[in-house]
């Protein structure tokens, strides 16, 4: 029986990968760092290759129980035809063919999509959004990530780009986004914004929400005021898509959602004041419940429901 997937989940720092069960165990991991693979396209596929026949090798496994591989990447991919768009933190990977790639070299079927997606779908099939019909999966960290699964399917758009709430805009006025737009989402609560915010409320340069919450929990006055403001700002962010979407359930995950103590009941309330009156009461607020393992388990939902 064909009831594994391997998950890859490749970041810009590391390149983790797991072999991962019908109910969503994770039962190999292995990682390797990005970094000495980055220079080149070829040497960075040709060492996924390998890593993916050593995780099938030291999980005990045959080829035979594979179903396929899963592949979630940090940038725009196109999952229907298989190719990697554009990667903006790895240098080179623009238009690649990485399903066909790859599947000639490990002679097993291959999906690839975006790694938010692909965390969606992990969430969605087995954590935070289990049985939840309409939700909003965000990631809050260097960038911010969104996808979304609506009437109980991930809503890819026409071009598999859809969900990049981060680059809303907010206001046509507002600082430069690194997608090239004004204002947008990402500017006012990705880290650097949050880090600047935590400076400048704190009158001294380089704090960071880490710093900010050792702090809060000491009672700092000011700590609790910017976490107030930067829950504020997260919040606001998300009326609309309250409005527009009717979520029953917006799960936060990313290095930011360690902070759910100081953020999560603000963000709850800033938007059930501004949201319209029936969508603002219908939604929770959630953290996340996979971390490490949020990419290589939604990898196995990717593959399976590319299968059914
Ligand atoms: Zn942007």
Known sequence: MKQYVVGV???????????????????????????????????LISALASQI???????????????????GLPGLVDYE???????????????????SILQKKIKLPVFIDNDVKIITLAESQFGAGRGVRNLVCLTLGTGVGAALILNGQLYRGEDNAAGELGHMPLNEHG??????????????????????????????????TE??????????????????????????GLVGIVNLLNPRLIII????????????????????LRAMGLQGSAFKIKRAKFKDDAGIIGAYVLVTNAQR
């Open 211 to 236: 710093t900010m919450f050792a702090l809060a929990q000491k009672g700092n006055k000011k700590a609790l005021v910017y976490w107030k403001m930067a829950a504020k700002q997260i919040g606001n």
């Open 53 to 71: 026949e050593a995780s099938i090798v030291s999980s005990g496994l045959i080829k035979k129980q594979i179903a396929g591989v899963g592949v």
């Open 253 to 272: 995950g990313g290095g930011v959602s360690n902070n759910e103590k100081y953020l999560f009941k603000t963000i709850t309330d800033t938007i059930r």
């Open 9 to 43: 989940d490749v970041g810009g720092t590391n390149i983790k990968l797991g072999i991962v069960g019908p109910s969503g165990q994770v039962i190999v991991r292995n990682s390797f760092a990005t970094k000495p693979f980055a220079s080149s396209r070829i040497k």
């Open 81 to 99: 035809k298989g190719i990697v768009r554009f990667l903006p933190n790895i240098p080179g990977w623009r238009e690649v063919h990485l399903k």
């Open 175 to 208: 600082p430069k986004c690194n997608c090239g737009g004004f204002g947008c989402f990402e500017t006012y609560v990705g880290n650097r914004a949050l880090f600047a915010l935590a400076s400048r409320v704190m009158g001294r340069p380089g704090m960071t």
